[in-house]
């Protein structure tokens, strides 16, 4: 990230941060109108950024095509820090969903409700754990691939996949992170099963790059 980047971001979060805590907890920092204010702020925000997302990738595909996940062979790579992102991620959801049901708790705090609030976080934590685990359960990392053979390893147990018997091949951005699912069949089951990873620079991919690296692992995959 450039300067600009990182001093524009600062200042967004400077000025979200305290409105989302006067929005959450109901501190009334601006009257009647802390609703509007927020809103006002936060949908204008997502748009811009949404924009600046958009014109980014267009400037990136305008030039010369990096794919970070290929090496100089054409071998798959994935994000190494794979790991450190799902806890990353996951303690993050865990601490927002702490700080809202603690808002809400403090701005209903002249009601009561301690039970109920405590309640409503564990129903949040157990949600969430699900919501995370559908995402980040089965992402796994490569460890090697020689041309033959694909080695993936998720927790403690690595998969060695022959490109023969990979079916198809998948590079998309179903969440907010782009991902690369590989659908494969050993010789003799019935069932499909599928490997999901990060792919090596997969946070500064853009569509074009996407379509780069499924062309490439396709032909490879063909190449068997």
Same mark, same amino acid.
């Given at each position: ?36 204010v927020?809103w *006002?702020?936060? !949908? ?11 014109? *980014?990738?267009?400037k990136?595909?305008?030039? /010369?095509?990096? $794919?970070?996940a ?7 790579? %994935? ?18 969903? +702490? ?5 809400? *708790? ?8 301690? #039970? $109920? ?11 969430? %754990? ?11 990392? !490569?460890?090697?691939?020689?041309? !033959? @053979?694909?080695? $993936?390893?998720?927790?403690?147990? @690595?998969?060695? $996949?022959?490109?023969? /018997?990979?079916e198809?091949?998948?590079? %998309? ?18 069932? +499909?099963?599928?490997?999901r990873? #990060? ?9 074009? !790059? ?7 692992? /396709? ?6």
């Amino acid at each position: 990230m450039t300067l600009g980047r990182k001093l524009i971001l600062g200042l967004y979060i400077a000025i979200a941060a305290p409105l989302f805590v006067n929005y959450a907890m109901g501190l009334g920092w601006f009257g009647p109108y802390d609703k509007i204010v927020f809103w *006002a702020f936060t !949908v204008p925000a997502v748009l811009v950024a949404n924009w600046f997302r958009s014109r *980014a990738e267009k400037k990136a595909d305008s030039g /010369e095509l990096l $794919v970070p996940a290929l090496d100089a062979n054409g071998a798959v790579r %994935s994000d190494p820090g794979t790991r450190r992102f799902i806890w990353r991620t996951i303690a993050g959801v865990v601490g927002l969903t +702490a700080f809202v049901i603690f808002a809400l *708790a403090y701005r209903d705090r002249n009601h009561g409700g301690a #039970l $109920v609030s405590a309640s409503v976080f564990v129903v949040m934590v157990i949600i969430m %754990s699900a919501v995370c685990w559908r995402r980040f359960g089965n992402l796994s990392e !490569v460890e090697g691939d020689d041309g !033959v @053979t694909l080695s $993936v390893r998720r927790g403690a147990n @690595t998969t060695r $996949v022959p490109w023969r /018997e990979v079916e198809s091949v998948e590079v %998309s951005r179903p969440y907010a992170f782009w991902q690369v699912m590989l659908r494969f069949r050993r010789l003799g089951d019935s069932k +499909a099963q599928t490997v999901r990873f #990060l792919p090596l620079g997969w946070q500064k991919m853009t569509p074009a !790059v996407a379509e780069k690296l499924q062309a490439a692992i /396709e032909q490879r995959r063909l190449a068997q």
